[in-house]
């Protein structure tokens, strides 16, 4: 499997900076500071634009943001941003997915809402066993190599800067990842010429669905990615719940067709809970564990 390796400061320019100041309790418009070129005046005016009610949480922002730069030119020779991939051969069979060969079992929703014409699941986004065809679907997981942990503990502020940025860093290198997949190895979007800002808007073709976000809620298909991809070929261990350690680190699988969508699994039945266990080969009550947030 491919192992990409970036640097801290080829990584940066891929951050979204509205997730890190989220993590510091700053709503999205104090995140735009980031947009800006750096200049004194420039600044004065982002913050003039403020009414005098926010104006002080906008300061706090300019400063956080100020050291949070800082920081990054500092972790330049502690960490590093490490990717692995695998491009799989792979075909839809009913909920599941088949990678290489390999059984990747999804969920399906169910909740009504208003105006639903579609129940949602990943594996509609790749071409079916029956059709005869085989599609591709890419396998991921990007970490930051370091000892995180360690650095700054004597500084409660430093080493909680220093983990919201390895968080956000973790998230830039797959941007930066998923970039040169679909330009170059699997080449389906070669001509694509998005700016960062846009990558971040998601504009690209395709998704990244990332495990534990709302379309592929459960943690314990991490299982099946490490057995597709060796995890600690670039250090990531799992716990035995599926987390992975580093915490800064996330994976997930990369879809190319042009309709497909991020979307919410939302609440499931027993029913189906009990179809997923069977194709997980899980327990169901181990099960239950794993999708206790979307069972009814």
Sequence with gaps: MPILSYSISETTPYINWIYFFHAWGFQPKFATIADLHGCDSCRALWLARFPETDRAK???????????????VRLENELTCKCIYRLCCANADGDNLLLDGMLFPLLRQQSTTANKEFYLCLSDFVHPLSSGK???????????????????????YQHLLVQTLADRLAEAATEKMHEYIRKNT???????????????????QGIRPAV????????????????????EQIGIT????????????VSGL????????????????????????RRRGMPIEQ????????LE
């Design 58 to 72: 906008a300061a706090e922002a300019m400063q956080l943001f100020k050291e949070a730069q800082r920081m990054l």
């Design 134 to 156: 085989t599609d591709t679907v890419g396998v991921f997981a990007a970490t930051v190599a370091g000892d995180t942990d360690s650095l700054y503990t004597d500084d409660p």
């Design 186 to 204: 699997w080449g389906y979007a070669p001509n694509e010429t998005l700016s960062i800002a846009e990558l971040l808007q998601e504009k690209f």
């Design 212 to 231: 534990g976000y709302p379309s592929l809620p459960d943690q314990s298909v991490n299982f099946l990615i490490d057995q597709l991809l060796d995890l």
């Design 238 to 249: 799992l716990t035995t719940n599926g987390a992975m350690h580093p915490h800064a680190s």
């Design 254 to 277: 990369m879809l190319a067709h042009p309709a497909a969508r991020y979307f919410s699994v939302g609440r499931i039945d027993q029913e189906q809970l009990e179809d997923y266990a």
């Design 287 to 294: 099960m239950r564990k794993f999708l206790s947030s979307n």
